[in-house]
């Protein structure tokens, strides 16, 4: 048996956000506590832009890497970008401690915090969670391996690899402990769920192909059309897995509960790159692997999409918390994006491709904002009691309608783009009836975010309500990219639309 043939220079991305969170881990070890801090933020934020050199040095290589079992084609590789983008940002949101417009830390009280009397002082100080980075690096790999896979079983692995450490963050919040570790619970025991109905279709395909790698599973898709009970069965069940994911309607059950009780910051993580990671799998695999079944999963997909859009927009209404408000919104534009994936077309791809570019940073913005409105409790996520904060916070209350607005997609915000190119895209492939479904999911969602505006300035501030936080350069960096991206992206969409076009279409 030869060794594999690896090239590790073309790899490098992955080694270098892989080391990153191996030596965090040995920073963690090895450190006192108060050199944690610095010496992770110095880590993390360098393996980013490291490993976001090493991408764009390489960004015109198209190939098979590590025995065929990862793409680094033009898709690929622009979605790598994305997510390391995304999570720098978020890394940003992470490292903030916020203050309040007299100065003063918004921080528990150090006697009602858990441990010895040194351990609550530097918990109040934001010493002690420094173990969120290896985590957040870990999960970057497993991101970045998930859009690149063209073999079911590194996709499981890679999956594992983004999952896992995520149900850990998302109870890592240091005040509301209770519905935080709730959020990770459920996160954990409907991860676990849906990673085995991944796993179990991935047997079923091999079963089917006797490989588990994309290029022989579509050849014998080809070779073999008559559909069988383990082809039907396999792509049920990995669709199953990776909707759940991106969080459709029904597989969407957990999405509000875990963006309620994660931490801000977390949460605008999970909503941005996750999606990212989650939906370019779904890509590939739809694409690739499964491209010779698109007469079958493409009504499928419709069904889903309308669906989600539908059901995402109309219980969004009734929402009276912020968060769990987007992370309804957040499953009605799964479905947006669900009608480019359908369309199963290089025009598609494009249509997909920038949708994820503008809601990642859009949302990004939103729990940015979340994060710094708050009280002595931490944060205020109660629609009532952001009452006025166009009086008292005109510029982030501004900022946040925006993002609002971006969502709903009125012109010459980033969402407005995004969406006409998913409605034509979807044009394109015959789907009229879902373009309709579409555009009055779209007229239902700007119920919510319209509200959501009015709320701030057209009503008096609430008596003893929440403060905005004065922010960090890090949130401030944050939130001045998101809001740039989705104006500018709304006015002028071109040159990310010709790169988008530029990167071709999937390896196989």
Request: no cysteine.
């Amino acid at each position: 048996m030869t060794a594999p043939s690896i090239d590790f220079l073309t790899i490098l991305p992955f080694i270098i956000v892989g080391g990153a969170a191996v030596l965090g881990v040995l920073v963690e070890t090895f450190l006192g506590r108060r050199a944690r801090r610095p010496v992770q933020l110095v880590l993390v934020f360098g393996s980013l832009v490291a490993a976001f050199s090493a991408l764009i040095w390489q960004s015109g290589t198209r190939s098979l890497e590590v025995e065929g079992a990862l793409a680094l084609d033009g898709p690929g590789v622009l979605l790598m970008g994305l997510i390391i983008i995304v999570a720098f940002v978020s890394a940003m949101l992470l490292a903030e401690r916020q203050l309040d417009p007299a100065g003063d830390a918004f921080a528990p009280r150090a006697s009602a915090l858990p441990g010895s009397v040194e351990e609550r002082e530097l918990t109040a100080r934001g010493y002690l969670q420094t173990e969120v980075w290896p985590l957040f690096l870990f999960a970057v790999l497993g991101m970045l391996l998930f859009v690149t896979s063209t073999n079911l079983l590194i996709m499981f692995v890679a999956l594992e690899v983004m999952s896992l450490p995520l149900y850990l963050l998302a109870g890592m919040a240091r005040r509301r402990r209770l519905l935080s570790q709730e959020a990770a619970l459920k996160y954990f025991i409907l991860g676990a769920f849906s990673s085995a109905f991944f796993l179990f279709g991935s047997a079923l395909m091999y079963g089917f192909a006797g490989s588990v790698d994309f290029a022989v599973i579509s050849d014998a898709l080809a070779a073999k059309p008559g559909e069988t009970t383990l082809v039907v069965g396999g792509v049920a069940m990995i669709s199953v897995g990776l909707l759940f994911k991106v969080g459709a309607v029904p597989f969407h059950q957990w999405v509000p509960d875990v963006y309620q009780g994660s931490p801000a910051p977390v949460t605008a993580f999970m909503a941005a790159a996750v999606k990212i990671a989650a939906v370019g799998a779904l890509l590939r695999v739809y694409y690739v692997a499964f491209g010779g079944l698109r007469w079958d999963w493409e009504p499928l997909l419709w069904v889903i999409a309308g669906l989600t859009m539908i059901v995402g927009s109309l219980v969004a209404i009734a929402q009276t918390d912020i968060k769990r408000m987007i992370a309804y919104s957040s499953i009605a534009q799964v479905g947006f994006i669900l009608m480019g994936v359908s369309s199963a077309s290089p025009q598609g791809l494009q249509a997909v491709i920038f949708y994820l570019i503008a809601y990642s940073f859009t949302t990004l913005g939103i729990f940015a904002v979340i994060s710094m409105v708050r009280d002595a409790s931490g944060e205020v996520t109660r629609l009532d009691q952001w009452a006025g904060l166009g009086r008292t916070s005109p510029v982030v209350a501004t900022t946040f309608a925006i993002f609002m607005l971006a969502l709903a997609g009125i012109p010459l915000t980033s969402g407005f783009i995004a969406k006409f190119l998913v409605f034509e895209a979807a044009l394109s492939a015959g789907a009229v009836a879902l373009v309709i479904v579409g555009v009055v999911a779209s007229v239902i969602a700007a119920v919510f975010y319209v509200r959501v505006i009015v709320i701030m300035f057209f009503r008096d501030p609430v008596e003893g309500g929440p403060r905005v936080a004065v922010p960090s350069a890090f949130t401030t960096l944050a939130l001045s990219i998101s809001a740039a991206v989705t104006v500018i992206l709304g006015i002028l969409p071109q040159p990310v639309l010709d790169l988008i076009e530029q990167a071709g279409v999937f390896l196989r």
